[in-house]
């Protein structure tokens, strides 16, 4: 991605044949490399022949739906992948994220909005906003510590892998240093094109990353501040405020 001649792969994971091949046209025609799956009993094996820097994932597909498929490309790769399905539920919104996405299209969409996301994505993962781009990256605070290079928290001696999206909103509340970090202001470091994003997809990352924490034995540290948006409550600061109660 760093060669400005580098046209992004992008792999449309479709089995409607007439959709992905109107996925196809457009993206070609906007610049990107689009390769359509065929294999669709054996995903996994294709992603990795087609190597893509970014993936379109349906959910509804033969043999396994695309959760499955998702969490499998995971073993192998971090290339973002947005799922375009038909679904609208939140739960499958939850379920989209919790299996590996970065995010989530509506059908029927307008293919300038699957554009628009597919170049943020990208941006994220390889341009400018990625993290490999920053100097020194890692943000602490309360003891908790991000390394975006790892894709890494760290509290103590635990350890736990994040996604980007539950890394840079981490990152996000650990530099404002307990102070609240609006609901817009989070949607906008997640997502540049933020116009494009439903605000239940914020809801669904900050809990994911809420699990994630747990893990750390941190899970509360993330506060939500109604009306307004969320703060990242240290550990330390906790304690005081236990220690205040009582």
């Given at each position: 991605?760093?060669?400005?001649?580098?046209?992004?792969?992008?792999?449309?994971?479709?089995?409607?044949?007439?959709?992905?091949?109107?996925l196809e046209d457009h993206l070609r025609?906007?610049?990107?490399?689009?390769?359509?799956?065929?294999?669709?009993?054996?995903?996994?094996?294709?992603?990795?022949?087609?190597?893509?820097?970014?993936?379109?994932?349906?959910?509804?597909?033969?043999?396994?739906?695309?959760?499955?498929?998702?969490?499998?490309?995971?073993?192998?790769?971090?290339?973002?992948?947005?799922?375009?399905?038909?679904?609208?539920?939140?739960?499958?919104?939850?379920?989209?994220?919790?299996?590996?996405?970065?995010?989530?299209?509506?059908?029927?969409?307008?293919?300038?909005?699957?554009?628009?996301?597919?170049?943020?994505?990208?941006?994220?993962?390889?341009?400018?906003?990625?993290?490999?781009?920053?100097?020194?990256?890692?943000?602490?605070?309360?003891?908790?510590?991000w390394d975006p290079r790892r894709l890494?928290?760290?509290?103590?001696?635990?350890?736990?892998?994040?996604?980007?999206?539950?890394?840079?909103?981490?990152?996000?509340?650990?530099?404002?240093?307990?102070?609240?970090?609006?609901r817009e202001t989070l949607l906008e470091?997640?997502?540049?094109?933020?116009?494009?994003?439903?605000?239940?997809?914020?809801?669904?990352?900050?809990?994911?990353?809420?699990?994630?924490?747990?893990?750390?034995?941190?899970?509360?540290?993330?506060?939500?501040?109604?009306?307004?948006?969320?703060?990242?409550?240290?550990?330390?600061?906790?304690?005081?405020?236990?220690?205040?109660?009582?």
């Amino acid at each position: 991605m760093s060669d400005p001649g580098h046209r992004s792969r992008v792999f449309i994971v479709e089995d409607e044949p007439k959709l992905a091949a109107i996925l196809e046209d457009h993206l070609r025609r906007n610049g990107f490399d689009p390769v359509r799956a065929q294999r669709f009993d054996d995903l996994k094996v294709e992603f990795v022949a087609v190597d893509p820097d970014l993936v379109l994932l349906d959910i509804n597909l033969p043999w396994f739906d695309g959760f499955y498929w998702c969490r499998q490309i995971r073993t192998v790769s971090t290339a973002p992948v947005i799922f375009v399905t038909a679904r609208d539920g939140t739960m499958d919104q939850v379920l989209a994220i919790e299996n590996g996405g970065d995010d989530y299209v509506v059908k029927p969409f307008n293919l300038e909005v699957v554009t628009a996301k597919v170049r943020a994505a990208l941006r994220r993962a390889y341009g400018e906003y990625a993290p490999a781009h920053e100097p020194d990256a890692r943000v602490e605070h309360g003891g908790v510590t991000w390394d975006p290079r790892r894709l890494e928290a760290a509290f103590g001696q635990r350890r736990v892998d994040l996604s980007r999206n539950e890394g840079q909103l981490l990152a996000a509340l650990l530099t404002a240093r307990g102070a609240v970090v609006t609901r817009e202001t989070l949607l906008e470091a997640l997502w540049d094109d933020a116009e494009f994003v439903d605000d239940n997809t914020l809801t669904v990352n900050v809990t994911r990353l809420r699990r994630k924490l747990a893990e750390l034995g941190v899970g509360e540290a993330v506060r939500t501040v109604r009306g307004e948006g969320y703060r990242f409550a240290a550990a330390n600061a906790e304690a005081d405020e236990d220690r205040e109660r009582g």
